[in-house]
């Protein structure tokens, strides 16, 4: 991918939700939500303070976060649709603990 955000801006793959509900539930294309969970694509450099400092972004490139539903503009890019957001749109970012990422 060719793009590369600005400012506080950051790029992000939705992750793919569950086919299945923790009951067995097959759960239609129709009548999913989409997932508020997604991956880092690309990151800004930042933002600048009062002082005009640039300030570094907290999140970086592979983490996975949370964001809110109605959280960025949907864009697509190289024919995958992905998310544009400002890092403020973040809710927190997801720890992997280190033995499902080995399984993964």
């Known amino acids: 991918m060719k793009f590369r955000p600005l400012h506080d801006r950051v790029v ?28 880092i ?11 005009g400092e640039l300030v570094p972004l907290d999140v970086k490139e592979g983490d996975r976060v949370l964001f809110g539903k109605w959280s960025g503009t949907e864009v697509k890019i190289d024919g995958e649709e992905l998310l544009i957001m ?15 990422k080995k399984a993964a």
């Open 41 to 51: 694509v690309a990151v800004g450099p930042g933002a600048r303070n009062e002082k």
């Open 12 to 39: 992000v793959r939705r992750v793919t939700a569950e086919e299945k509900t923790a009951g067995g539930i097959i759960i239609p294309d129709t009548a999913k939500e989409k997932p508020m969970e997604g991956e």
């Open 86 to 100: 400002k890092e403020s749109d973040i809710m927190g970012i997801v720890e992997v603990p280190a033995a499902k």
